[in-house]
């Protein structure tokens, strides 16, 4: 609803009645029974977009994704797992509430006012949804001038920027103000960008002062990489790959579940899943979209993500993926099961 409002913009033609569950703007019965079918059955998610985790540093990520989980240590929060905090756990900006995760973004008048100068320069007026989860499923459609991938790396950025200032606040009685954290995060999305695009012809004196006007490089051309990735530092990988000779579907969910499972019976957290897979890829991101035979597969799955704080579930070329590939191919043919021993050692 708050993507409707924000996205009104006033027409010169004379006020009319118009169905906006249509195209045509024609009301029908069968239209409202289709709007309410996707609206009943379908769940809006929102995944850290594939770009952002490519350019922002990884423990930004990580932040973030416990940011929209709720596992961010606020005071709030600490009290709930029962640490002593002084002041009843209050806001540190603004002293006027206890500081739980949707007070300190946004509706900590500190955030507040961030929020509103992101949008002032974006040139909207704007309502703001209930909590930093359902602002991301909107954060899109709030863009009007800003380079699209500018916008979506601008939560990462402001965000991140509040929370390290408000730790320097608790930890170092740093006094905090909102042009100080907005300076920072300016200055963050241009290091990010920076070091991303080594030939960026932007200056950081363009950021903080034309960062509308700044365009980022075209798409690169989607070539086919053939290179596995190392995980950034602090996170583990997992490359699966499931074949079945025929319907690749089943066993691709059930490889992910079941690396799922060892990364839980190990204490393996924070991890990057790599499939081949984009229709299963697709699947586990996107809970609307799932073939009801593995619904139970795919809830586990759901269940395992958060609790093992699974960072992204990515497709990836099958060149990219040849140790899963092959040892799936030669799985299907193979008489006697496979044994394999494999230890962690500290450094
Ligand atoms: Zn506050």
């Not at 991303?196 to 990489?225: G, M, V």
Request: contains cysteine.
């Amino acid at each position: 609803m708050y993507g409707s409002i924000n996205r009104v913009i006033p027409s010169r033609e004379e006020d009319r009645l118009i169905w906006t569950g249509d195209v045509s703007g024609l009301f029908s019965v069968k239209g409202v029974l289709n709007l309410a079918e996707s609206k009943v059955y379908a769940i809006p998610t929102w995944s850290i977009p594939t770009r952002v985790r490519k350019i922002a540093p990884a423990k930004v990520i990580q932040f973030f994704w416990q940011l929209i989980k709720n596992r961010i240590a606020t005071r709030a929060n600490l009290m709930v797992r029962r640490v002593q905090i002084e002041n009843a756990g209050r806001c540190v900006f603004c002293g006027l509430e206890p500081e739980t995760t949707s007070h300190l973004m946004p509706f900590c008048p500190m955030s507040w006012k961030l929020l509103n100068l992101v949008m002032s320069r974006e040139g909207i007026t704007w309502c703001c949804p209930n909590g930093i989860p359902n602002l991301m499923l909107e954060w899109m459609d709030l863009r009007h001038k800003s380079d699209n991938l500018l916008w979506e790396m601008t939560p990462f950025s402001i965000f991140w920027s509040i929370w390290l200032e408000r730790n320097q606040v608790i930890f170092n009685n740093h006094p905090a103000s909102p042009e100080s954290i907005w300076d920072l995060h300016i200055s963050r999305i241009s290091a990010w960008v920076h070091g991303w695009w080594k030939e960026c012809p932007y200056s950081s004196y363009d950021f903080s002062h034309h960062f509308d006007a700044i365009r980022l490089k075209p798409q690169t051309p989607n070539l086919r990489s053939s290179v596995w990735n190392a995980p950034d530092r602090g996170f583990f990988k997992a490359n699966v790959d499931g074949s079945s000779m025929g319907n690749p579907g089943p066993t691709e969910v059930i490889a992910i579940l079941e690396v799922l499972q060892f990364c839980k019976e190990h204490g393996i957290r924070n991890l990057v899943i790599e499939s081949d897979s984009t229709l299963v890829v697709s699947w586990v991101n996107n809970s609307s979209n799932r073939p009801w035979k593995l619904r139970n597969e795919l809830n586990l799955i759901d269940n395992l993500c958060e609790e093992l704080a699974v960072v992204a579930v990515d497709h990836i070329f099958r060149e990219a993926n040849p140790i899963a590939d092959h040892l799936s191919k030669s799985g299907v043919e193979r008489l006697v099961p496979l044994n394999v021993f494999f230890g962690f050692t500290s450094p």
